[in-house]
């Protein structure tokens, strides 16, 4: 199809707002695949992704539809995920795109994370088409939201479509204003190569599969192509489009979307951001890039038994075949032996690859609490940066210590915004910002990173009854009186547990978590001493008393059934638990400090 024909565009929406059923209807209209083929939500293809209902991943599909003028069009939807932990796949998507779609959900109004992506949007230059979702709920609001669409966002609300993914209505309406507003895309089909490479991920069979839209000239099967940073020929094995399943066309012109298969081995080879040319036309210029991911949230990883440690290995890598953002190196704990320092994008990031290494790998680790990155000068004007608490130089060395402050944006109900702002003044936020707009308060904060990737988002949900929404982005290291707190069982320092805190805050947090801990480890036969400490000063202690012998004698005596039931729930409990010493740690005593306010 000639470029005119072409729409290239992404759906920008809040968690739940109906992105991915939206995308089904679109499926279904353009027949893309018979209604038994259409499993629920495509194009949400992993497991978890599927049960946690969040895309992670971008993925694309391309439709044909036949519009009311009677012209067919080629749609290339190019999805996009939700969730805040995953920001940067989504300015990598609408990259690829003339236009996208805002979907807001008309019962719920706008949400800070949408609000953060239009703008990501109207900065390349985007056509941004608000619609109006669940329309069939007795909730639905969409004058309210309409005004809050034009208020918060600044986007003309007045021709939104009023819309049910669920019903069906309104689909093909969307579908129509999608042709009218948003532009073809630009391009010569008839000039040197360059296809910005929007993904890559690995496939067992195929290898190296990227992600492509180009933007000049044409891709052709049996072609040389270079990613320009590497600069290595390969042969191109395949191009096709998603239809959501790969369908092979033989040729990618420019303004398509669709992949490429290439011989590449590992994704390293078709970095995410590079520009695939002609190995022939190696001189044109790439295309700009992304900015580059930085994992925000470091912990360490240990399985429970030492003989899984390769096995440990070998998942991670294999991991990080298809997820660029997940880093790692091996790291050595004196409490929990050999394991790996792993940078996550958040902490919903960590928890997904910890379930997954447990689920599809059969693996069971021990995670270490989540912590940001803290710049660190030294007294010999080092400047070091610090991803595990346990490396941090010794006190007399610091010269000054510096902590990653966030720029967090909020949106709230009226009526929760005097919990919000207790709640940002309890993190150490620093108030930038604060508008009325409509029924809803922006309220704009600077936060400790640490604060903000711990339990905030949380916290923001539980103090507005769900209501507020977040966005956050880095935005500077800055001068903090921070200490490093040590936790003790039986006298010995646990490296594991320890963690940088805020000097103001060190003896309150450092008293919660050891009652959390004495809550957490299981009695043992003998005593268990916790203490929190500071440099030599312990400034907390608890103790979990042993266990007295009858007590497990007692289990001994009683009804088969509920011995059995005992030892299912032993055995259920040791998986994910640790000897440090003497002692059994359980892996939520890890994370204790996660729970502690
Ligand atoms: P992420 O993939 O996590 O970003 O979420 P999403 O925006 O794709 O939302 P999804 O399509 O998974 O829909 C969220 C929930 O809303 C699901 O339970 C849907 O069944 C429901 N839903 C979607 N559209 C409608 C609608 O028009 N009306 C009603 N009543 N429910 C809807």
């Not at 949007?121 to 669409?149: F, G, H, S, T, Y």
């Not at 998942?315 to 929990?336: G, V």
């Not at 959390?516 to 103790?543: C, N, S, W, Y």
């Amino acid at each position: 199809s000639s470029l005119k024909h072409i729409r290239n565009f992404s759906i920008i929406a809040h968690i739940d707002h109906g992105k991915s059923t939206i995308a089904d209807r679109f499926i279904q209209v353009c027949g893309g695949l018979t209604a038994r083929e259409m499993a629920e939500q495509v194009l949400d293809s992993m497991d978890i992704e599927r049960e946690r209902g969040i895309t992670i991943k971008a993925q694309s599909v391309t439709l044909n539809y036949t519009a009311r003028d009677g012209e067919t069009y080629e749609l290339n939807f190019i999805d996009t995920p939700g969730h805040v932990d995953f920001t940067y796949e989504v300015s990598r998507s609408l990259s690829a795109c003339e236009g996208a779609l805002l979907v807001v959900d008309a019962a719920q109004g706008v949400e800070a994370q949408s609000v953060a992506n239009c703008y990501t949007a109207i900065e390349q230059n985007l056509e941004v088409i608000p619609v109006l979702n669940k329309m069939d709920l007795p909730q639905a609001d969409p004058e309210r939201v309409k005004k809050e669409i034009e208020e918060i966002i600044g986007l003309d609300a007045s021709d939104a479509v009023a819309a049910s993914a669920k019903s069906g209505m309104g689909i093909e309406d969307i579908l129509e204003q999608l042709i009218a507003k948003i532009p073809p895309p630009q391009g010569d089909p008839d000039g040197e190569l360059q296809a910005l490479i929007i993904d890559s991920w690995f496939d067992n069979y195929l290898g190296v599969v990227s992600l492509v839209r180009v933007k000049n000239g044409t891709l052709k099967k049996g072609d040389k192509v270079i990613a320009k940073s590497i600069g290595k020929a390969h042969g191109v094995d395949d191009v096709g489009i998603f239809t959501p399943k790969l369908t092979s066309t033989k040729i990618l012109r420019a303004g398509e979307v669709g992949y490429v298969v290439a011989g590449i081995k590992d994704i390293h080879g078709a970095p995410v951001g590079d520009t695939f040319t002609h190995a022939a036309t190696s001189h044109v210029p790439a295309l700009p890039g992304f900015q580059k991911i930085k994992p925000q949230v470091y912990a360490g990883m240990f399985t429970v038994s030492t003989d899984d440690y390769e096995d440990f290995r070998e998942a991670l890598a294999k991991l990080t075949l298809n997820d660029a953002s997940l880093f790692y190196e091996p790291e050595t704990s004196d409490a929990l032996g050999f394991g790996f320092r792993c940078g996550f994008l958040g902490t919903l990031h960590m928890e997904i690859i910890q379930e997954r290494l447990e689920r599809e790998y059969d693996l069971d680790l021990i995670t270490t609490a989540p912590t940001v990155i803290y710049e660190v000068l030294t007294k010999r004007n080092e400047v070091l940066q610090v991803d595990n608490p346990s490396s941090l130089p010794d006190p007399g060395e610091l010269e000054e210590m510096r902590e990653p402050i966030a720029r967090a944006n909020i949106l709230v109900p009226q009526e929760f915004v005097g919990n919000v702002i207790s709640l940002c003044v309890e993190k150490r936020g620093v108030q930038k910002d604060m508008q009325f707009l409509g029924q809803q308060v922006s309220l704009t904060y600077e936060i400790p990173m640490s604060e903000v990737v711990l339990d905030l988002f949380d916290r923001l949900k539980s103090v507005s009854k769900g209501f507020a929404s977040l966005d956050y982005s880095f935005e500077r290291f800055q001068a903090a009186n921070l200490v490093k707190l040590d936790v003790l069982i039986n006298g010995e320092r646990v490296d594991a547990l320890a963690m940088i805190v805020h000097r103001d805050f060190a003896a309150s947090r450092g008293r919660s978590l050891v009652e959390k801990m004495k809550e957490l480890i299981p009695r043992q036969m003998f005593d268990v001493a916790i203490q929190a400490a500071i440099g030599g000063h312990v400034i907390a202690r608890q103790t979990v008393k042993a266990l007295r012998k009858n007590v497990t004698a007692k289990c001994y005596g009683g009804d088969v059934s509920r011995k059995r039931k005992l030892l299912e729930k032993q055995k259920a409990g040791k998986k994910r638990m640790k000897m440090v010493g003497k002692v059994e740690i359980p892996q939520s005593a890890f994370l204790a400090v996660l729970k502690v306010d």
